[in-house]
């Protein structure tokens, strides 16, 4: 079969995050995507010789009206699709498509792929089919993996009685020649990235001008240096996204996967992630019992939550529970990286009998700030002169998030007009519970410090 000749794509969006998961997902379908966060840049990349077939444009930029963006993409007959978070209802939908031009225009949040189809017919090229649901596999299969933890190294990896018996090491990674159940054939019968981490991580090669080519199953997405875990969630759940995001610090892999944007489960390569060993550190249960539950699951072929259930230790809604608190704990360990690389996928899970949890990121983020970052960190990323401002287009609503009396009273305190120092004399909450409310806020894109001397050309307006 011919396959749909591969487009060019302009991404104009100033969040970083977002505009990468975008770029990716491009990536995935097979066409060559480039990124460009502000509206000079846009105007940059349309120099003589440039060929795009298509680009889409956030309405609000940190320099320039998208609108004229919008302007001169439409002199260079290129076609785009509008996307705002700000700019909302049927005045600036008509707006941006009758008067600048855009061939379609959509509010944020979206369905990233319902946008990237809208994209791809902009720029005459056959959306991609999308993926058919995920389907039932057989009997036996669903009986062996009825209740399979994807949240941690326990369901990836089987336990044996010396596992069981012993403490493993904090940090201690699993080499890539461990044994994986279900890995066996040559494709895997999980979506999950362990069975192929020697091939992976490598960036996808350019595409051919005239077809599309196989692309590896994950796209780079950057360094962690140039960003946050948290901010990666957030684009996620601001593009109500289907997909995986990798996260890896030397040696450690873990991976999440999402649902509409929100987190269903997650995996780490960590031996002390183990389902098992997160049980004893919360006194479920005792080593000893642990062994006996090791033992039970190795002899009878079961899922290690499985033989705690089969044995009286929990039951299935506390089972679901703990896998929550588990991918909790195994997320927030990431919030301190500032190394490492991260990498989208636009795979989705093929299996319709995961244990799947529901996790907002927003209240995530929140909870994860306060638990990890200590009062000497959070008083050097909050300075006592800084100050923050509502953020015009933020991925979440404040509805969504679930925040105390005095924290929201603290939030409206944030209007720009005061300084650090100011909202910690105003909040009944104490020094670190501020400033880990502000740092979450600022994580989450709600709460932003604006610089104080404005480019040349910046502004802010709530008109196309």
Same mark, same amino acid.
């Given at each position: $079969?011919?396959?749909?000749?591969?487009?060019?794509?302009?991404?104009?969006?100033?969040?970083?995050?977002?505009?990468?998961?975008?770029?990716?997902?491009?990536?995935?379908?097979?066409?060559?995507?480039?990124?460009?966060?502000? @509206?000079?840049?846009?105007?940059?990349?349309?120099?003589?010789?440039?060929?795009?077939?298509?680009?889409?444009?956030?309405?609000?930029?940190?320099?320039?009206?998208? !609108?004229?963006?919008? @302007?001169?993409?439409?002199?260079?007959?290129?076609?785009?699709?509008?996307?705002?978070?700000?700019?909302?209802?049927?005045? &600036?939908?008509?707006?941006?498509?009758?008067?600048?031009?855009?061939?379609?225009?959509?509010?944020?949040?979206?369905?990233?792929?319902?946008?990237?189809?809208?994209?791809?017919?902009?720029?005459?090229?056959?959306?991609?089919?999308?993926?058919?649901?995920?389907? %039932?596999?057989?009997?036996?299969?669903?009986?062996?993996?009825?209740?399979?933890?994807?949240?941690?190294?326990? =369901?990836?990896?089987?336990?044996?009685?010396?596992?069981?018996? =012993?403490?493993?090491?904090? $940090?201690?990674?699993?080499?890539? !020649?461990?044994?994986?159940?279900?890995?066996?054939?040559?494709?895997?019968?999980?979506?999950?990235?362990?069975?192929?981490?020697?091939?992976?991580?490598?960036?996808?090669?350019?595409? !051919? #001008?005239?077809?599309?080519?196989?692309?590896?199953?994950?796209?780079?997405?950057?360094?962690?240096?140039?960003?946050?875990?948290?901010?990666?969630?957030?684009?996620?759940?601001?593009?109500?996204?289907?997909?995986?995001?990798?996260?890896?610090?030397?040696?450690?892999?873990?991976?999440?996967?999402?649902? *509409?944007?929100?987190?269903?489960? #997650?995996?780490?390569?960590?031996?002390?992630?183990?389902?098992?060993? &997160?049980?004893?550190?919360?006194?479920?249960?005792?080593?000893?019992?642990?062994?006996?539950?090791?033992?039970?699951?190795?002899?009878?072929?079961?899922?290690?939550?499985?033989? $705690?259930?089969?044995? @009286?230790?929990?039951?299935?809604?506390?089972?679901?529970?703990?896998?929550?608190?588990?991918?909790?704990?195994?997320?927030?360990?990431?919030?301190?990286?500032?190394?490492?690389?991260?990498? &989208?996928?636009? $795979?989705?899970?093929?299996?319709?009998?995961?244990?799947?949890? *529901?996790?907002?990121? @927003?209240?995530?983020?929140? %909870?994860?700030?306060?638990?990890?970052?200590?009062?000497?960190?959070?008083?050097?990323?909050?300075?006592?002169?800084?100050?923050?401002?509502?953020?015009?287009?933020?991925?979440?609503?404040?509805?969504?998030?679930?925040?105390?009396?005095?924290?929201?009273?603290?939030?409206?305190?944030?209007?720009?007009?005061?300084?650090?120092?100011?909202?910690?004399?105003?909040?009944?909450?104490? =020094?670190?519970?501020?400033?880990?409310?502000?740092?979450?806020?600022?994580?989450?894109?709600?709460?932003?410090?604006?610089?104080?001397?404005?480019?040349?050309?910046?502004?802010?307006?709530?008109?196309?």
């Amino acid at each position: $079969m011919v396959r749909p000749p591969m487009a060019r794509l302009l991404i104009v969006e100033d969040n970083h995050e977002l505009a990468s998961l975008i770029v990716s997902t491009a990536q995935s379908r097979g066409h060559d995507a480039r990124a460009v966060h502000t @509206g000079e840049a846009a105007l940059e990349a349309l120099s003589p010789g440039s060929q795009w077939d298509a680009a889409l444009v956030d309405l609000l930029l940190p320099d320039i009206r998208g !609108s004229e963006v919008l @302007g001169a993409l439409r002199a260079h007959g290129i076609p785009a699709i509008a996307v705002s978070g700000v700019y909302k209802g049927d005045r &600036f939908a008509q707006e941006a498509v009758q008067v600048h031009g855009a061939r379609g225009f959509f509010e944020k949040p979206f369905e990233l792929i319902t946008v990237m189809e809208a994209l791809e017919r902009a720029g005459g090229v056959e959306p991609v089919p999308r993926a058919a649901p995920p389907v %039932e596999e057989d009997a036996a299969q669903d009986e062996l993996l009825d209740d399979v933890d994807l949240i941690v190294l326990e =369901e990836l990896i089987p336990d044996t009685e010396e596992d069981a018996g =012993e403490a493993s090491a904090p $940090m201690q990674a699993i080499p890539d !020649s461990a044994p994986l159940p279900g890995l066996e054939s040559e494709e895997p019968a999980l979506p999950l990235p362990f069975a192929h981490r020697g091939k992976v991580w490598t960036d996808a090669q350019p595409a !051919s #001008a005239k077809t599309r080519c196989a692309l590896p199953e994950w796209s780079l997405g950057g360094d962690l240096k140039d960003t946050s875990v948290a901010r990666l969630l957030n684009a996620y759940y601001e593009a109500r996204h289907h997909g995986e995001l990798k996260l890896q610090q030397g040696s450690i892999l873990k991976v999440v996967y999402f649902e *509409s944007g929100r987190i269903v489960y #997650a995996a780490s390569n960590l031996a002390h992630e183990r389902f098992g060993r &997160f049980c004893v550190r919360r006194g479920v249960l005792t080593e000893e019992k642990l062994a006996e539950v090791a033992a039970i699951a190795k002899q009878q072929g079961l899922r290690t939550g499985e033989a $705690m259930i089969r044995l @009286g230790v929990l039951d299935a809604p506390r089972r679901r529970q703990l896998l929550e608190e588990q991918v909790r704990e195994l997320l927030w360990s990431t919030f301190t990286w500032t190394e490492g690389a991260y990498g &989208f996928s636009a $795979m989705r899970p093929q299996r319709a009998d995961l244990v799947k949890l *529901s996790v907002f990121p @927003g209240d995530l983020v929140l %909870e994860g700030v306060e638990k990890t970052e200590t009062l000497v960190a959070l008083r050097q990323r909050m300075g006592q002169g800084r100050r923050l401002f509502p953020t015009a287009d933020p991925p979440y609503g404040l509805h969504e998030l679930k925040l105390q009396g005095p924290q929201a009273l603290l939030l409206a305190y944030a209007d720009g007009s005061k300084t650090v120092e100011d909202l910690l004399a105003l909040t009944d909450l104490s =020094e670190r519970q501020a400033l880990a409310t502000l740092r979450g806020l600022e994580l989450l894109g709600v709460l932003e410090e604006r610089p104080e001397t404005p480019s040349r050309r910046h502004r802010i307006s709530f008109g196309l």
